[in-house]
């Protein structure tokens, strides 16, 4: 049954509204089975937060950084289905040399 809920809530001022977009169409992509949903919520003052039925995953203010989609997908899989593999998005990077 899919009763798991994403919002994302992006800053408007920032014109974050195609990177909210971006990763919501990542996780409807990966987790379409899984899903109820996903809101895309505007917002202010650099706001861009992720949060799993209503729990914050993600908040850009308190990483100080945006995150990635490998890593918004791996922190919703361990909320929903820590058990299940990811494929390439859990493979680790490649260390450059």
């Known amino acids: 049954m899919t009763t798991h809920n994403i919002e994302i809530t992006y800053c408007t001022q920032?014109?974050?509204?195609?990177?909210?977009?971006?990763?919501a169409q990542e996780l409807l992509t990966t987790?379409?089975?899984?899903?109820?949903?996903v809101t895309l919520r505007p917002g202010s003052n650099g706001i861009f937060e992720i949060s799993l039925n209503q729990k914050l995953l993600f908040s850009r203010k308190e990483a100080g950084r945006f995150p990635?989609?490998?890593e918004v997908k791996q922190l919703v899989r361990d909320c929903i289905d820590p058990e299940r593999d990811l494929g390439h998005s859990d493979r680790p990077k490649p260390v450059d040399m």
Do not use: I, S, V
């Not at 987790?31 to 949903?37: M, N, R, T, V, W």
């Open 31 to 37: 987790f379409e089975q899984d899903l109820a949903g």
């Open 14 to 23: 920032c014109r974050w509204l195609l990177r909210a977009a971006w990763l």
């Open 68 to 70: 990635e989609a490998k």
